[in-house]
């Protein structure tokens, strides 16, 4: 049995939450659309939806940082997901661990695993 997910129409995007699967970090925030979930489905491998690029992006395919997915979780009202993974390098593209490494009042408190300037150029 599969979850009819609470996508309006063929644009709409779902958010999702990827959280480290062995330490229960949250590592970020993205958008899904259904080709994006689909395309997490088939490989195994993180996909979501850039807003900004308006295009489908697979996780670590330009940086190498890639999340392996072990489970897709789906909220009580279907439009809201939750990618449990093993993240392989940093998730943030700053650099850090996590997308969450700073406080409101701007101390950092995670810890930056790659130099984006050697990454992306």
């Known amino acids: 049995m599969s979850v009819d997910l609470a996508f309006e129409g063929p644009d709409d995007l779902l958010p999702t939450v990827a959280q480290d699967a062995e330490t229960g970090e949250v590592l970020m925030l ?5 080709g994006a979930v689909e395309r997490t489905r088939e490989t195994g491998r993180a996909h979501y939806y850039s807003r900004s690029r308006d295009e489908l992006w697979e996780k670590g395919a330009t940086s190498g940082n890639v999340q392996r997915v072990e489970e897709v979780r789906v909220d009580c009202d279907a439009d809201a997901l939750l990618y449990l993974v093993r993240q392989e390098g940093g998730a943030c593209h700053t650099g850090h661990e996590s997308c969450f490494y700073r406080t409101i009042d701007g101390e950092e408190v995670g ?10 150029g």
Do not use: G, K, L
């Open 30 to 34: 993205a958008y899904v659309s259904p």
């Open 111 to 120: 810890e930056r695993v790659f130099d984006p300037d050697e990454v992306y």
